[in-house]
C-alpha cells in the first residue's frame, strides 16, 4: 500500500507485477509437483529480494538476481526432472517385472513392427538415396551415361527409338577425356560386374567379382588408397598387369596382412596387387561390392577374342559407365552441351562421309547427363516399387499393432481405476498421472524399439538375399547409421505416442475423487466404444494387407507356373567357356561334338543339345536382317533376336515344331539354314509359308549370312523379360555351321531319371576330357527359375507374413475387447440366464452387439483395400488388381477370423452359472 501511495501512476508497482509474471513462467522449467509445493515460497522470496533491491536503487544487485534466478532454473530444473523421471521409471520397471505377459507381447509387437519398417527403410534409403559411401563431395559428380543401365550392346543405337545413350565405347571416352574441359576429372568403367576364377599364390581356385575401370577411376572419386597405391591416369597408355582390391576382400582374404606385391592368377594374366581401396567404399554402383578393380586396357588380354578397345565401323562396343566431376562454376547444361559436341564429332569421324539420309540416322545419338551423386544401380528401378510396397505394408502392421497394444492399455487402465482414483484423491494432478502412464508406456516402446533394431538386422539380411535371388551381385550391409537410427527412433516415439496418449486420457478421467458406481459405469462404457473404435480400425487395416498378399501369392504362382512352352523339369544346363580352354574354329566344334558324344553317354541322359545363349542365362543377341518377301518399314523395323543352337535342339527342350523340321547334325555340310518362331513367322512372312524362305544377316562391315527356313517351332520363352511379356520374334542357326559363335555354350541336358547324379556325371566327363576346361555353372532349369522368380516369390511371402501377423492382431484385440466387455455385464447375463434366456440367445444377442463394429471395419478396409490394389498395379502378373475373388476370399477370412474371435467369449458367457455370477455381483 506505501508503495502505491507514493506512485499514484501506477507504473512501478506494474514493472514489478511484469517482473513477477516472469518469475512465475520461469517457475515452469521445475516439474509440476515441485512447483506446486515450494512455487509460492520461491515466488514470495523473489518478490521480496527484488523489492529490497529496487528499494536501495541498485540495479547490479537486481540484474544479480536475475542471474540467480535463471542460473537455479537451468541447475536445479534438470536435477528435479531426473528425480521425477527416475521415479517414473522404476515405478514402470516394477509394473514390467510384476506383469511379464503384457510387457512379453507389447514389446514382441513393437519389435515386429519397428524392426520391419527400420530394415525395409534402410534398405529403400541405401538403394533408392543414400550417396554413394567414401567418395569425396559425390554431389560435384554427373553421369554420361544411364545410371539404370548394366551389360552391354554391340551395335548401333538411335536418340528417337532409343532414347539417350546407355553406355559409351572406350574410343569414346577417350574423346571426352581427352577433349572436354567442364569436368576436372573424368573416368569409365564397366557397366557390368564381372566373375572371375582366380588362384591367390599357391592356393585353389576361387570366384571373385571384379570390373574394368580406367586410370582416373579412383581420382575423379576422391578416394585414396587404405594400402599401397590406386590407379592413375598413367595406367590409361599401357596394359599394366595390375589390381587394386577392396578393403573388405584385403579384410575376408588377407586377414588384413600386408598383401601390395603378391599376385593373382587371373586367366590368361598374372596381376600384381597394388594397393587397397579404402574401408568402406564400393565404387561407383550401388548395390554392388566388387572384390577388386582391374585397369581397363588389360580387358584384351584378360577377355582374349573380345576386343572392346577399339571398334570398326559400323558396329560400336558400347560397355561403359563415364562419370566426369565438374569443375568449379560449370552447370550440368553447360557440360552436357559441350559433351554432346565432342561426341557428335567423334560419330562423324567414326562413321565417315554418308548420305543425307543415311547420316541422319547414325548420327542421330545423344549424351544427357545426370546428377551422379548416388551413382549407378543395376537394381534401384526395378527394386523402387517392390520396397515402397513392403515399407507401406510394414507400417500398416505397425499401426494395427500399436492400435491393439492400445486396447490392451485401455483395458489394463480400466483395472488401474481405483489406484488412479485414490492418487487423484490424494492430490495428485491429472497431468501427473499422465505423465507417468505415458513414462510407462515409454519404457515400453523404448524396449521395443532396442529390440526392433536387433531383429531390423535379421530382416535386413533376409531382404538382401532376397534380391539377391534376383541379382546374382547385389550387396549390401546393415548400419545403423545416423538416418537409419533417426528413423528408428522417430518409428517408435510414433508408436509411443499412437498407441499410449488416448489410454492415459481415459484412464485419467476417473475425477478427483473416489469414483461413485454410476460414474465407474459411465466411463467404462466410454472406454469400451473406444476400444470397439480400435478393433474396428484394427480390421479396416488389416483387409489392404490380406488383399495386396493374396494378390502377390496369386503373381507369384501365375509367374513359376507360366507356360515356358516346354517342360522346366529334368532339364540340366551345363555352361562352359571353351573360348576360355583355348579352342578356337574347327578345334571348338569338334570339343563341342565329342562332348555331346560323350555326355550322352551318361546313363539317365535321354537327350542333348546345345546353345550359346542357354536358357534364362540373362545374356540376349540380335540382328539386323533382311527377310525375303518382307519390306521394312524403317531401320529398327529389320531386327531379330537371334540363338545358336545345336542339333535336335527343340526335340530336346520340347518344344513342338508347327512346319518343317528341327535343325540335324547333318546340316554341318549343307547350305546354311535356321528355324524360326511363331512371331517371326507372324511378323516377317504374315499368311505366307516360310519353309524355304531365305533370312539374310547383316553383320560386321555389312557382311551378309543368308539361311533358308527349315522349321517354325511354337513359342518359347527363354529370356527373363518374356516371362511377364510378349515372345517376340527369333531364329535360331546351327551351330555347327557357325563354328566361332557358340565360344561359351550351354549344354542342355534332357534326363529321364533324377538330374542330381547326371550332373555330377556330366562335371567328371568334362574333367575327363580336358581338366583346364572352365566350367561356368551346372544347374537344372527348375532351380533356375526358383532364382528368377526369388523376388516374387519372396515379396509374396513378406506379405502373407504381415498379413497373417496383421490378422493375428486384429483377432486378439476383438477378443480382448469382447472378454473384457463381457466380463464387466457378468451380472446382466446372469439375471438374463436366470430369467430364461437360452444359450443359444445369449450368444445371438452379443454376437449381434459385435456385427457392427466388423461391418464398419470390413467396410472401410474395402476402401482401403481397392486404393492399396492400385499402388502395387505394377508388380503384378496374370491378376487383375481389383481382383474380386482375391477380395472377397480376403474379406471372408477376415469375417471368419472375427466372428471366431467374437464367438468364444460369447460362448463362454453363454455357460455362465448365474446364481455363482448373481453371488458375486
Sequence with gaps: MRERAANPTGRPGDHVTLQKTVYRALLYCYPAAFRHEFGDQMLAMFAEQLYNARQSGNFGEQLAIWMRAASDALTIAPKEHFHVIHQDLRYALRLMAAKPAFAAVAILSLALGIGGITAIFSLWNGVLNAMLPAVSHPEQLVMLTDPDAFGMW????????????????????????????????????????????????????????????????????????????????????????????????????????????????????????????????????????PDLWL??????????????????????????????????????????????????????????????????????????????????????????????????????????????????????????????????????????????????????????????LVLAHFIYGGLIWMISQAHDSFAMHFSLDPIVLAFGFAATITAVLLFSVLPSFEATKTGARLSAQSRSATASAHEKRWGRYLVSLQLALSLPLLAGAGLLARTFYNIDHVDLGFAKDHLIMLRIDSREGGYQGARRGDLHRELSRDLAQIPGVRAITLSQLGIFTGGESSDQIDVEGYTPKNEKDRGSATDVVGSNYFSTVGVPLILGRDILDSDRDGPKVCVINEAFAKKFFGGRNPIGMHVTRIGDNSVRDTFQVVGVARNLRTHFQEIRGKVGPRYFVAAAQSPNAASSPTFLIRTATKTGPVASAARKVIERLDSALPIMSVQTLEKRMESLNGQDRIIAQFAIVFAAIALALAAIGLYGVLSYGIARRNGEIGVRIALGARPGRVISMLLRETFGLIAVGLLIGAGLAYGASRLIKSQLYGVAAQDPLTFFLAGALLLAIAFFASYLPARRASKLDPMVTLRQE
Design 154 to 289: 554391340h551395335g548401333r543405337m538411335s536418340y528417337r527409338e532409343d532414347g539417350p545413350r546407355p553406355w559409351l565405347t572406350y574410343e569414346e571416352f577417350e574423346q571426352l577425356r581427352d577433349h572436354g574441359d567442364s569436368f576436372s576429372s573424368l573416368m569409365a568403367s564397366e557397366a557390368n560386374l564381372d566373375s572371375f576364377a582366380v588362384r591367390v599364390g599357391s592356393g585353389d581356385l576361387e570366384t571373385v567379382d571384379g570390373r574394368f575401370v580406367s586410370g582416373g577411376f579412383f581420382d575423379t572419386l576422391g578416394v585414396r588408397a587404405a594400402n599401397g597405391r590406386l590407379f592413375t591416369p598413367d595406367d590409361d597408355h599401357v596394359a599394366n598387369p595390375t589390381a587394386v582390391i577392396s578393403f573388405d576382400f584385403w579384410q575376408r582374404r588377407f586377414g588384413g596382412q600386408p598383401i601390395v606385391g603378391k599376385t593373382i592368377a587371373f586367366r590368361k594374366a598374372t596381376l600384381t596387387i597394388i594397393g587397397v581401396a579404402p574401408r568402406g567404399f564400393i565404387g561407383e554402383t550401388s548395390g554392388q561390392n
Design 295 to 452: 585397369p581397363i586396357r588389360m580387358q584384351p588380354i584378360m577377355v582374349p577374342q573380345q576386343h572392346w578397345l577399339h571398334d570398326t565401323p559400323p558396329m560400336k562396343a558400347m560397355w561403359l559407365h563415364a562419370f566426369g566431376r565438374l569443375k568449379q562454376g560449370v552447370t550440368v547444361a553447360q557440360a552436357e552441351a559441350q559433351s554432346n559436341a565432342i561426341f557428335e564429332a567423334g560419330l562423324e569421324s567414326f562413321y565417315g562421309p554418308m548420305s543425307g539420309e543415311k547420316r541422319r540416322d547414325y548420327l542421330d545419338q545423344r549424351l544427357h547427363l545426370t546428377p551422379a551423386a548416388r551413382g549407378a544401380s543395376t537394381a534401384r528401378k526395378e527394386l523402387s516399387s517392390s520396397l515402397e510396397v513392403l515399407l507401406i505394408a510394414v507400417g500398416v502392421l505397425l499401426l494395427i499393432a500399436c492400435a491393439n497394444l492400445a486396447n490392451l492399455l485401455l483395458a489394463r487402465g480400466a483395472a488401474r481405476k481405483s489406484e488412479i482414483a485414490l492418487r487423484l484423491s490424494l492430490g495428485a494432478s491429472r497431468g501427473r498421472i499422465v505423465r507417468q502412464l505415458v513414462t510407462e508406456s515409454l519404457t515400453l516402446g523404448l524396449a521395443g524399439g532396442a529390440a526392433g
